[in-house]
Nanobody, 118 residues
């Protein structure tokens, strides 16, 4: 499975960006797909994920501003980011975790830079 992410860029505070991630190849039906981010000098952290049973989980810092959506048939996810803040500046990584009850797999995309200027 390969993950192709796109949509990062430079935006002013208060602006919006939309990230997309497409997974090529087959993923198990039990899966979680979403986004993590890593700022300079910081640990990688969860931003938003959505499971195969439609459950979503957001970091407290992005609740109400970011929305994750998925097209399950196309193994694609989007992250709509509104009201961006300078502290949202980071490299954003797409991630898929899946399992079939026997094997657990964890895939990462190449990362896309999001920079929010004040």
């Amino acid at each position: 499975v390969q993950l192709q992410a796109s949509g990062g860029g430079l935006v002013q505070a208060g602006g919006s960006l939309r990230l997309s991630c497409a997974a090529s190849g087959s993923i198990f039906s039990t899966n979680v797909m979403g986004w993590y981010r890593q700022g300079t000098g910081k640990q990688r952290e969860l931003v938003a994920v959505k499971t195969s049973d439609y459950t979503t989980n957001y970091a407290d810092s992005v609740k109400g501003r970011f929305t994750i959506s998925r097209d399950y048939a196309k193994n694609t996810a989007w992250l709509q980011m509104n009201s961006l803040k300078p502290e949202d500046t980071a490299i954003y990584y797409c991630n898929v975790k899946d399992n079939n009850g026997r094997y657990f797999r964890d895939y990462w995309g190449q990362g896309t830079q999001v920079t929010v200027s004040s």
